[in-house]
């Protein structure tokens, strides 16, 4: 069955590094996402991304981020000059297009620790 | 409440009992969706209801939707020790490119 991966699974790194966090989708959707949950919180919306741009962020989503879909498979979330609060599991989601909001597939997620 | 409140927010059963847990949110939707998240590991996506839905049903899961009261519920029956996780509802609204507002989940844990 199709899934949805991403990579690394865990990535520690030191304030103020860049991080990129990989996805690959599912093949044929559309839509793309990334969301992320800081330890013991809700799941918090980020982006969507659609016909190669974003067509949704969140106030969370701020200069420090940018997505790519660099080859038409990866979706990549770019954190430039990381910060403590940006410790977080970090979700990739994809999903087909069509009239109706179908299911999002959710990716296992990469654990970001920023030290 | 923020879109996508769930209640209660810890549930702790036996074995062979049902869980329920109830999502309540505020704007206009496309549909809701469950998920269930063991701890520290991904979302995994229970059962969808669109909003011309009002029950859908799953294996031993058993989903409703009001739309009038922005209300939706979770049953899930004959509970598992496996069935321990956390349970979110997430909600597409209306006027979103598709993404999702999810509540603050039910943690739900099943002692055999």
């Known amino acids: 069955e199709p899934e949805v991966t991403q990579t690394p699974s865990h990535q520690v790194t030191q304030m103020g590094q860049e991080v990129i966090l990989r996805c690959v989708p599912i093949?044929?959707?559309?839509?793309f996402y990334w969301y992320r949950q800081i330890l013991g919180q809700k799941v918090e919306f980020l982006v969507s991304?659609?016909?190669?741009?974003?067509?949704?962020k969140s106030e969370i989503f701020d200069d420090q981020f940018s997505v790519e879909r660099p080859d038409g498979s990866n979706f990549t979330l770019k954190i430039r000059s990381t910060k403590l609060e940006d410790s977080a599991m970090y979700f990739c989601?994809?999903?087909?297009?069509?009239?109706?909001?179908?299911?999002?597939?959710f990716g296992p997620g990469t654990r970001l620790t920023v030290l | 409440s923020q879109q996508g409140e769930e209640d209660p927010q810890a549930l702790s059963i036996q074995e062979g009992e049902n869980a329920t847990m109830n999502c309540s949110y505020k704007?206009?939707?496309?549909?809701l969706q469950w998920y269930r998240q063991n701890s520290g590991r991904g979302l995994v996506h229970l059962i969808l209801i669109r909003s011309n839905e009002r029950e859908k049903h799953s294996g031993r899961l058993r989903v409703t939707l009001d739309t009038s009261k922005k209300s939706s519920s979770l049953l899930i029956t004959a509970s598992r020790a496996a069935d321990t996780a956390s349970y979110f509802c997430a909600t597409v609204p209306t006027d979103s490119w598709g993404k999702f507002q999810f509540g603050a989940g039910t943690q739900v844990v099943v002692t055999p």
């Open positions: 093949s044929n959707h559309l839509y």
């Open positions: 704007t206009s939707i496309n549909n």
């Open positions: 989601a994809s999903r087909m297009g069509g009239s109706s909001y179908n299911e999002q597939f």
């Open positions: 991304f659609y016909n190669n741009e974003i067509s949704e």
